[in-house]
């Protein structure tokens, strides 16, 4: 290991967890020790952690006796669970769960927009939806230049924000589908949900299961996250969320209206090409666009086809795509740990 | 054939003409003589029709003789050059290809909107864009309720809207991807494109070429077509039109805004359960809503998801799903042909 901090991962052996050790890895983040935590169901399993296996182990409270930093990424109950038992203990933790996200003493962060709302935390630090991080990276420069009044948005996202068992479901169906066979849809939409839908060749209006306003959890996530990292609690957001046979790679039509009359798609193409962690995709006369299946394995948020509304000069459209599992999970995590370091909070 | 009309089908072996032969048979549209009309190419195939075969022959402007309806969906190139001949020789052409829609003259024409502008027809009456239609129906009865002043529209459009070689491709692509092999994609985004995109497991935000403005020619039509059909030149329409690795249906999340403030969710789900052509699939508690997979087949436009935005009173989100390749082309053909006859326009 080395000189660094001592590390836990909750959920080590999950899509996520497998993710955040790759990501750690890739960045070369200071670690001296660490701790592979999970259910009991996974305990025992090896990993392996540049090069070395690292057994996995039953997460319990004592699992985060001399923690610095803990990464969490194993359902919300397990969150709500061990984050504070971990906290207690002196560790910080980063919760890629729903469990504290919108609590009012835990910091919601996206490093890019409010990085310095780390500074307020008090042990936990919450890292936001997946569909919601992508999309205020792009959001935010805009914001900062030419004001931000409303934002709509249709997602496009892909099964594995549903965890390894929905690729697993997807990859199923589409054998059966081309080889016309029958199956039986068992974890999409929502594996807790009543019914289960086919996901292979169709499109699914539904993430997250229902509120009783009419919209999902999954919408009103992305609504409620974007205005808490934003801080723009008067931000007009619409959510539509859809689930898409793609395997990894979350897309979005955004359509904003911004504080400005006078400002051209060039303005904010030049705007977003030097943001922080947006890679500018936007030549049409080149077919040139982001597109989930280029995004795989990157840690940036691709941003194109960016065009003026025909009728409100205010209004742009946009299209939004980054790896759900990376920026949208594991390496924003990751990305905050960094920044606790960068900031002397750890 | 029986009592009826002479009826041809230009383009009767390709993906649309199929459907449109499928829907003139279950309808027991009144046919009289039936001439099956395609390219040089395919000229010669034998295709059935209430099981008899019928030869098709190559379409020249001597295949009109005599022809009363003849239905085109052979690409725009042969409507541009073989419509005006249908016409000279007494024939009414309902034209599923883009060359007349914009063209003033000729009435563009979903039967549940505008049937009335039939009666204005010079000879060419245009079907619209299959995004186009389904979202005008669900649109219709809105603004005469409600009254609409502006649209945003995100497509999932399924891989027959590019024709049978593009389903051919998104399979042989899934295929490939599943096995883990190589492939080259050939077709899509736009067969005639420079280059051409990887479809299955993945979305491509781009249908039909680009125009200057950063809006694909998919998106022009979509706002360009819906002020035409619905009369309303000063309706705010802005689309984002994406392909997906579906077959058939295409679905749209569709945010509007209407001209009260004073109406609620379930005011438009009452009103759109009973409107002409659509089907009302809309019970969040029971997961109920449309799919792309559960329309094929189906000629009605299937709408749900209907909900209030959270800031805007008078704004409301939903979701619209139809078979591309009924509403969106062959039975909206068709059902133009059934109105010209219920309104002796034939």
Redesign the interface.
């Known amino acids: 290991m080395g000189k660094g901090y001592h590390v836990a991962v909750v959920g080590a052996t999950g899509a996520v967890g497998q993710q955040m050790l790759k990501t750690l890895e890739e960045r070369n983040f200071p670690i001296e020790k660490l701790s592979l935590l999970s259910s009991k169901r996974s305990a025992g399993k090896k990993v392996l952690y540049k090069g070395k296996e690292v057994e996995v182990k039953e997460a319990v409270p004592q699992s985060f006796e001399g923690v610095q930093i803990a990464l969490f990424s194993a359902g919300g109950s397990v969150s709500k669970e061990l984050a504070p038992e971990a906290v207690k203990r002196g560790a910080i933790v980063i919760d890629n769960t729903s469990a504290f996200r919108m609590d009012e003493n835990t910091p919601l962060v996206v490093p890019e927009v409010n990085e310095e709302d780390l500074k307020e935390h008090n042990g936990i630090i919450a890292n936001p939806n997946c569909s919601t991080i992508q999309m205020v990276v792009a959001l935010e420069p805009i914001r900062q230049t030419f004001g931000l009044n ?1 934002v ?1 948005v ?1 997602t ?1 996202q892909a099964v594995s924000g549903a965890g390894a068992h929905a690729i697993e479901e997807l ?1 199923r169906q ?2 059966a589908i ?1 080889a016309e066979e029958e199956f039986t849809p068992e974890i999409l ?1 929502v594996s807790s ?3 289960h ?2 996901i292979a ?6 993430i997250d299961k ?1 509120q009783d ?3 999902t959890f999954e919408e009103m996530k992305m ?1 409620n996250e974007t205005k808490k990292i934003m801080h723009m609690a008067e931000l ?3 959510a ?1 969320c ?1 689930r ?4 990894t790679g979350h ?1 979005e ?1 955004v ?1 904003v209206e911004i504080d400005q009359d006078n400002v051209s ?1 060039n303005d904010i193409k030049s705007l977003l090409k030097d943001a922080p962690g947006v890679t500018l995709q936007d030549d ?4 040139v ?5 280029d995004c795989v394995g990157k840690n940036d948020v691709f941003v ?9 000069p205010n ?1 742009y ?1 946009f ?1 939004v795509v980054s790896d759900n599992l990376l920026k949208g999970a594991a390496w924003n995590s990751v990305q905050i740990a960094e920044s606790l370091v960068k900031l002397n909070l750890v």
Not at 201 to 206: E, I, S
Not at 304 to 312: T, V
Request: aromatic share 14%; no cysteine; net charge positive.
């Open positions: 409303k709509i249709s496009y990859k589409a054998r081309l939409p949900d009543e019914k839908y086919q060749f169709n499109a699914v209006p539904q229902f306003n009419g919209y609504i007009e957001v619409a539509t859809v898409l046979p793609v395997v897309s039509s359509y798609s049409p006369a080149q077919q666009y982001p597109m989930p299946a194109g086809r960016i065009r003026q509304d025909l009728d409100r209004g459209h299209w």
